[in-house]
Antibody, heavy 120, light 109 residues
Framework: QVQLVESGGGVIQPGRSLRLSCAAS????????MHWVRQAPGKGLEWVAV????????YYADSVRGRFIISRDNSKSTLYLQMNSLRTEDTAVYYC?????????????WGQGTLVTVSS | SSELAQDPAVSVALGQTVRITCQGD??????ASWYQQSPGQAPVLVIY???NRPSGIPDRFSGSSSGNTASLTITGAQAEDEADYYC????????????FGGGTKLTVL
């Protein structure tokens, strides 16, 4: 069965950097675009970034463009999110999510999430 | 603000039928998917491609769409259906590939 396991979250000071990872299993990772979606405490889901199946195309939410970088290593079935210049408003649970088809918005499976807390 | 609009909260009596709606221009051209999120849990896909259920999702969940509105209907709501529900689709502006609705908190009375 599909499994997505995020890691790398923690408490970090504003302005610092953090890298999240998402280990995928149970499907052909290299065949699907992958997302990062976040959820601030008590708030709704906010899409962060998506990367195409081959890593060639990447798209970002306005709130993170220029600070966050999405990447993937298909040989390791792992998705990454490099988060730079972190702000307090980046505090959230970060989920990785798998697309179901070739349409980026078509998301089927989600990981359990990793909490990032940006605080001094 | 989200380009997909959802009512913040809806309630339903146990065993009754409830409809949760999602409005947005992109829904005239693209299907919505629906996700259920119970407290402290990750979202779970319940409806995709307007009215398809993944394996394991009870058939009391159904979807529909008309014009700029997508709907999730729960026929015979159960206590375990109490959760937050989110719709998503493509961003109508074309600037981003994905947008989520603001979510609807469903209370089963």
């Amino acid at each position: 069965q599909v499994q997505l396991v995020e890691s790398g979250g923690g408490v970090i000071q504003p302005g610092r950097s953090l890298r999240l990872s998402c280990a995928a299993s149970g499907f052909t990772f290299s065949g699907y675009a992958m997302h990062w979606v976040r959820q601030a405490p008590g708030k709704g889901l906010e899409w962060v970034a998506v990367i195409s199946y081959d890593g060639h195309n990447k798209y970002y939410a306005d709130s993170v463009r220029g600070r966050f970088i999405i990447s993937r290593d298909n040989s390791k079935s792992t998705l990454y999110l490099q988060m730079n210049s972190l702000r307090t408003e980046d505090t959230a649970v970060y989920y990785c999510a798998k697309t179901r088809t070739g349409n980026y918005y078509d998301i089927d499976y989600w990981g359990q999430g990793t909490l990032v807390t940006v605080s001094s | 603000s989200s380009e997909l609009a959802q009512d913040p909260a809806v309630s339903v009596a146990l065993g009754q039928t409830v409809r949760i709606t999602c409005q947005g221009d992109s829904l005239r051209s693209y299907y919505a998917s629906w996700y259920q999120q119970s407290p402290g849990q990750a979202p779970v896909l319940v409806i995709y491609d307007k009215n398809n259920r993944p394996s394991g999702i009870p058939d009391r969940f159904s979807g529909s769409s008309s014009g700029n509105t997508a709907s999730l209907t729960i026929t015979g709501a159960q206590a375990e259906d109490e959760a937050d529900y989110y719709c998503n689709s493509r961003d109508s502006s074309g600037n981003h590939p994905v947008v989520f609705g603001g979510g609807t908190k469903l209370t089963v009375l």
